[in-house]
């Protein structure tokens, strides 16, 4: 059987109509917890009533992501949702975003397949962010994880958006485009991510990011074992070893000739298409889990299929490392000792830490193809989990300039960042007897020293880590996304090199 289609994008349009005379069949209205705005107003009196009631009664009370819909006579849309979005005081744009997204998933809940969100003048946010945000969050609602199910029927889908909003026509269309493609992109990592392990193995991992990228306009370079192996990439062959599948380094290449030489944006993701932990096997509850150990890569994917279509002036270079970790007969053991590309060696205390070994060769590598600017990211460590929990990415690299402009970047992008710290000192805790380092510094710590791990490879470039073991994956459904992959780093990478003018001196 093939796989059902699990995303589709929207036509996505701009409107100054006023909200009542909207043709659509379900039209978003955002709310405050706190805060009536006029629109609200206006359909309470259509209501009869209704609106005021169902807050007075508790019924609604515009908390995010909450869903009334009142009865209405007399406004052109087939009906009205109201979507919470919490209290004024504590907006961020990421509310709208998720008040977009539970719009859609509430549409395709019932069938419907126009819908319009209103943005009211109230909601303190610049009309073209306003507009961006908007178009992201449909977009992204439109995507559904049942991508085996044959006893249900085909998903229903939004087809067409209008975005109620007030501003200049032509600065309005091009934030809508830049949220329409950044949600697509969003929803191409989440689709590859919640592939299972045997339909994504390394080489069709490989051949789907080749030709998503090759379409998308980028220049696309897949390495097989052969290459790998003169490239002496120890530590990604090492990984590779217990697999019967071979591993791929996948490098994509997005280079306007309007930009400069410098800088280029070096993004590497980790592709581990399955974990199961290798000789140090990890336990069997929720090792289903670890197909979604190549979040990162398909994030870089991704993010670089958004900087080809949106057009950013600035070099970029992606570099994904794609293999299983599986215990096979020639596997990694607990003991060996790897010779990475950059003539570092490593010995390897557990082959669960096998994310660190192979993004450690492909950072070299991003630095051969001339990357002067690094970002990775990756599921790299449960110790991240611990820290930050579910829903903050661990933010990790040197300097903190480049750092905070990551971090400031992935607000914009609704990529929750956390900054944690790299201090030197943690480097005794990945000493060696017999090699450079090892490859785990033990519990305390786990998520720094992985970390550390890696700007070991990095050459002392700008760059920044994120550890996505805890925000990869949903466990449980949201009124805004469905379970499984969340496409979390995409929006973030995109956005970095959107705004190169404000890093590129760093
Ligand atoms: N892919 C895992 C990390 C992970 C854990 C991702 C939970 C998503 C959810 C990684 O390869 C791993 O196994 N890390 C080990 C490192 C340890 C052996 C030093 C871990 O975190 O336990
Ligand atoms: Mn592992
Ligand atoms: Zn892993």
Redesign the pocket.
């Known amino acids: 059987m093939s796989i059902q289609t699990v995303h589709r994008t929207p036509s996505v349009g701009v409107t100054s109509r006023s909200s009542r005379d909207i043709e659509t069949d379900i039209l978003v209205v955002p709310v405050f917890k706190d805060d009536i705005l006029p629109e609200e107003r206006d359909l309470d009196a259509a209501s009869g009533g209704e609106i005021a009631g169902a807050r007075a009664r508790g019924e609604f009370k515009g908390e995010p992501c909450e869903v009334y819909i009142p009865p209405v006579r007399g406004w052109t849309a087939g009906r009205v949702a109201l979507v919470g979005i919490g209290r004024r005081s504590d907006f961020a744009p990421d509310l709208l975003r998720r008040a977009a997204a539970t719009g859609a998933l509430a549409a395709r809940q019932r069938r419907l397949r126009r819908m319009a969100i209103v943005h009211a003048a109230g909601i303190p946010i610049a009309p073209g962010d306003a507009a961006q945000t908007l178009a992201e969050g449909a977009v992204v609602g439109n995507f559904d994880g049942a991508s085996y199910k044959t006893t249900e029927p085909p998903p229903a889908w939004v087809e067409d958006v209008q975005l109620r909003i007030d501003g200049d026509p032509s600065a309005l269309r091009a934030a809508v485009d830049r949220g329409r493609v950044l949600g697509e992109c969003t929803n191409i990592a989440r689709e590859l991510a919640n592939e299972p392990g045997n339909t994504l193995t390394p080489p069709l991992f490989a051949d789907r990011a080749a030709a998503i990228a090759r379409s998308a306009g980028l220049s696309v370079d897949v390495l097989d074992q052969t290459r790998i192996a003169e490239l002496n990439m120890g530590l990604l062959l090492g990984v590779a070893r217990g697999s019967q599948e071979p591993p791929r380094l996948v490098v994509l290449r997005w280079e306007p000739t309007s930009a400069a030489q410098s800088p280029v944006l070096g993004f590497v993701g980790k592709g581990?298409t399955f974990?199961s932990?290798g000789i140090?096997i990890?336990p069997a509850e929720n090792m289903d889990?670890?197909k979604?150990?190549m979040s990162g890569g398909a994030a870089v994917l991704a993010a670089m299929v958004a900087i080809a279509r949106l057009k950013a002036p600035v070099r970029c270079v992606g570099v994904i490392p794609m293999t299983e970790?599986m215990p096979g007969g020639r596997a990694l053991k607990p003991g060996d000792v790897l010779v990475s590309a950059e003539g570092k060696t490593v010995e390897v205390l557990?082959t669960?830490?096998?994310?660190r070994l192979a993004l450690g060769d492909a950072c070299w590598y991003a630095r051969q193809l001339g990357a002067t600017h690094l970002v990775d990211v990756a599921?790299?460590?449960?110790?991240c989990?611990v820290a930050l929990g579910k829903t903050t990415t661990g933010l990790f690299g040197t300097p903190e300039a480049w750092v905070e402009q990551v971090r400031r970047v992935g607000e914009r992008a609704g990529d929750r960042l956390w900054p944690m710290p790299v201090f030197d000192e943690y480097k005794e805790l990945f000493k060696s007897e017999i090699a450079d380092f090892t490859n785990?510094?033990g519990r305390a710590g786990?998520a720094i020293t992985?970390a550390l791990f890696i700007k070991e490879f990095t050459g002392d470039l700008p760059w920044a880590h994120l550890d996505i073991?805890?925000t990869?994956?949903a466990e449980e459904a949201k009124p805004y996304q469905p379970k499984g992959a969340t496409g979390v780093g995409v929006r973030t990478l995109a956005e970095l090199a959107l705004a190169v003018d404000a890093w590129a001196r760093l």
């Open positions: 581990i974990d932990g140090s990890k889990k670890m979604g150990d970790n557990n669960d830490a096998e994310g599921t790299l460590t449960g110790a989990v785990t510094g786990g992985a073991a805890g990869a994956w």
